[in-house]
C-alpha cells in the first residue's frame, strides 16, 4: 500500500493568499485526520472525519480554516486568507477504524511570509 | 483536562544501552494508548498500540507497558542502535476518538 499520501510536500506563500492541502488516505480507512504540527504547541488535532462525515471540527482555529472530504480517498484543508502564525507542518492521517492505529503521511511544511 | 507528558524531553544515550522513554495521562478512562517514532522531516510511525485491557506489547526490540491505575506507560528499547535516534511521541485515546498527543523526547543513540 502506498501509504498515506500529502501534497504539496511544501508550500510557500504571501499572507493572505489561498492554501489548499490535499490527502488522500490509505484505500480502505474509513477515518480521516487533519492533524498541525508546530515547536510551541506540538500535534494538535484540527478536524477528523468518519465515513467522509465530520464529526469533529473544535480543533480548526477560526473561520479560515475549512476542510472536506468530497469521497472516500480525498480530502482537503484550506486556508483562506492565510496569516503567518498559520506557518506549521500539516499532516493527515487514517485510520480502519475507531480506536485502531492512525496511519500519518509525510506531511506539508507551510511557511507563510 | 485530559493530558500527556512526556519527560525528558531530550535523552542521549550509547549505543547498546537498553533504555526507557516515560508517558504520563491525566485520566485513567483511555480507550487505548499509542507510541509513535518521527524522523526529521517525516510523520509519524505507529510503533506500537495498547488496548486498555492490557498491560505490554512487544514488537521486537521494543517493549511497551501500560499502569491505567498509576496514568504511566513506559516505552523500552533494547540494545538501542543510532536508527533508533529519532522523537518519541506517546498518544492517547481518551475514548472519543482523539489522540491527545505529547510533546515527545528526542532520543539521540551515541554511536
Known amino acids: 500500500d502506498a501509504g498515506v499520501i500529502q501534497s504539496p510536500r511544501h508550500e510557500v506563500t504571501e499572507m493572505g493568499q489561498e492554501v489548499t492541502l490535499r490527502c488522500k488516505p490509505i484505500s480502505g480507512h474509513n477515518s480521516l485526520f487533519w492533524y498541525r504540527q508546530t515547536m510551541m504547541r506540538g500535534l494538535e488535532l484540527l478536524i477528523y472525519?468518519?465515513?467522509?462525515?465530520?464529526?469533529?471540527d473544535s480543533g480548526m482555529p477560526e473561520d479560515r480554516f475549512s476542510a472536506k472530504m468530497p469521497n472516500a480517498s480525498f480530502s482537503t484543508l484550506k486556508i483562506q486568507p492565510s496569516e503567518p502564525r498559520d506557518s506549521a507542518v500539516y499532516f493527515c492521517?487514517?485510520?480502519?477504524?475507531?480506536?485502531?492505529?492512525?496511519?500519518f503521511g509525510d506531511g506539508t511544511r507551510l511557511s507563510i511570509l | 483536562k485530559q493530558e500527556v507528558t512526556q519527560i525528558p524531553a531530550a535523552l542521549s544515550v550509547p549505543e547498546g544501552e537498553n533504555l526507557v522513554l516515560n508517558c504520563s495521562f491525566t485520566?485513567?478512562?483511555?480507550?487505548?494508548l499509542q507510541w509513535f517514532r518521527q524522523d526529521p522531516g517525516k510523520g509519524l510511525t505507529s510503533l506500537l498500540l495498547i488496548q486498555s485491557s492490557q498491560r505490554e506489547q512487544t514488537s521486537g526490540r521494543l517493549n511497551a507497558s501500560l499502569d491505567k491505575s498509576s496514568g504511566r506507560s513506559t516505552l523500552y528499547i533494547a540494545a538501542s542502535q543510532p536508527g533508533d535516534s529519532a522523537t518519541y511521541l506517546c498518544?492517547?485515546?481518551?475514548?472519543?476518538?482523539?489522540?491527545?498527543f505529547g510533546t515527545g523526547t528526542r532520543l539521540t543513540i551515541i554511536p
Open positions: 498518544a492517547v485515546y481518551f475514548g472519543n476518538e482523539k489522540l491527545t
Open positions: 472525519f468518519n465515513n467522509n462525515v465530520p464529526i469533529d
Open positions: 485520566d485513567s478512562a483511555i480507550y487505548n
Open positions: 492521517a487514517s485510520s480502519f477504524a475507531e480506536g485502531q492505529p492512525q496511519h
